[in-house]
């Protein structure tokens, strides 16, 4: 998974969302920085803030979790829990068609009006 893809698939979520394109960027790179070529990140890597950032990316769709149980020799469970690079679901909001909808094109026409434009006499 490409930072690239990453990056297309966030542009596609949280850029429609309001994110700007500069912390979208910033966003992917810490994404593939963590998951590298790798599809999964043991959860006790994260600190809190990046655990926030997972929790965010999972209600998006871009991240899911696993969790395992490993006997310990003392007869106790040891539970990994882990955070899964969902990368089919990014690679398809990567290909999605970012181009503006109709809508959008219709409420830059407001956004470019003076904000005087507004004020009735």
Wanted: charged share 30%; glycine share 8%; hydrophobic share 40%.
């Amino acid at each position: 998974m490409s930072v690239l893809e990453i990056e297309l698939a966030l542009k596609n979520t949280l850029g429609k969302k309001g994110m700007e394109c500069d912390d979208i960027q910033k966003l992917a790179e810490y994404v593939a920085g963590f998951f590298g070529y790798a599809g999964a990140v043991i959860d006790n890597r994260l600190a809190s803030e990046d655990r926030d950032i997972f929790y965010m990316l999972e209600e998006e769709g871009l991240l899911t979790t696993m969790e395992e149980e490993v006997h310990l020799k003392k007869g106790k469970m040891w539970r990994i829990h882990y955070w899964m690079l969902k990368t089919d679901q990014v690679s398809r909001l990567a290909q999605m068609d970012s181009g503006s909808s109709e809508e959008e094109e219709l409420l830059k026409i407001y956004e470019a009006l003076p904000s005087d434009a507004w004020g009735r006499d």
